[in-house]
């Protein structure tokens, strides 16, 4: 098949890597694959350390890109492109666009990463789902969200669970020698928040709940890991940890580009959003055998079962974060339960290999 991956976003999180993994998977599988890109993202940067084939496209106008939709279906008849595979919601007029303007009329398959949140069923949407081949969903709560709200029929939406590639995971000395190097004391619980550091993630909940802790008398090491998206939201974390005498407890490392790496050597991985669409990094903690705490909103709950697969908390409430860590921190047999039953559903549900196939196999489908 010659299948174009369409991402335009800016972006740096999982929508965007998730993006570059599938394009090298169809690539690997023997298809012909193109990754359609802005210049200066960081998916351009991506796609030439990957050695993808790259198009850049830089749409003008996201309501109607005309231009833009012009030359990639220009492109799309050239290259007798099978599939048009589209990630990004702001790319969905670009992509419909071109498919129209094409002669070639690919398949447009769409997978939808984000909540939804109002309806969109006036006469531009509609001229914008119905030309949606299929409509992928990466949880059952975006699923019924997509029923609610948008023109899509019921025969073009599709549930496909997101897929985690297993992974290696660091030895004892490794481990012994990353805490060593950042500080971290290792004869402590030591609690790891993957996630961009900004409001909607809610670090600050977690500060809080390490503040209650502490008052218990009940000693934690933290580390944040995540691109700082808002200055002024960080330098309130670093504030509220301070007065909460936890400047030594809570640390910051940065952006690291493999943190799969050293998930198992913490004693648990937290997710503190709001309302996360999916969860990637409790998947990811599950399958490397750590116990894992999300909160009780968003797609959360389909990959946590609160007390048999790890523990949920309500959004933002501190004090139901810190009983769940308390409970963990006194009970380190039943926390090892918990990462135990976790890692066997994440390994038995969200299997990369799965998801592609599944992801494959649609495509095939609609091309046949």
Known sequence: MRIFELCTSHGHGGLELYALQISRWLKQQGHHCSVVV????????RTSKLALETI??????????????????KIIDQENVDI?????????????LAKKLSSRKPKLVFIRHMAITRHKRDFYHRFIYHSIDRYLVITQQLFN??????PVSEDKLQLIYHGVADFEASDPLACKQFLSANEIQDNVFRILLPGRI??????????EALGLLSQQGINVEVVLLG???DEAYFKQLREDAKKAGLENKVHYLGFIENPTLFYNCFDVVVLTTYAETFGLVLVEAMKSGVAAIGTNAGG???????????MLYQPGDANDLARCLKKMIKDPEWTKKLADAGKKYADDTFSEQQHYTKLNNIFTELTH
């Not at 850049?56 to 279906?73: E, N, T, V």
Request: hydrophobic share 45%.
């Open 38 to 45: 802005a210049p200066a993202t960081m998916m351009s940067e």
């Open 56 to 73: 850049f496209c830089k749409p003008m106008f996201r309501i109607l890109p005309l231009l833009a939709a012009h030359r990639l279906a």
């Open 84 to 96: 048009l595979h589209a990630h990004w919601t702001k790319d969905l007029p670009l992509a419909v």
């Open 145 to 150: 969200e997509a029923k609610r709200f948008l």
């Open 198 to 207: 900004e409001h909607y993630k809610g670090q600050h909940t977690l500060v």
């Open 227 to 229: 691109h700082i998206m």
């Open 300 to 310: 959360v709950p389909e990959i946590i079962e609160h007390n048999k697969t790890g």
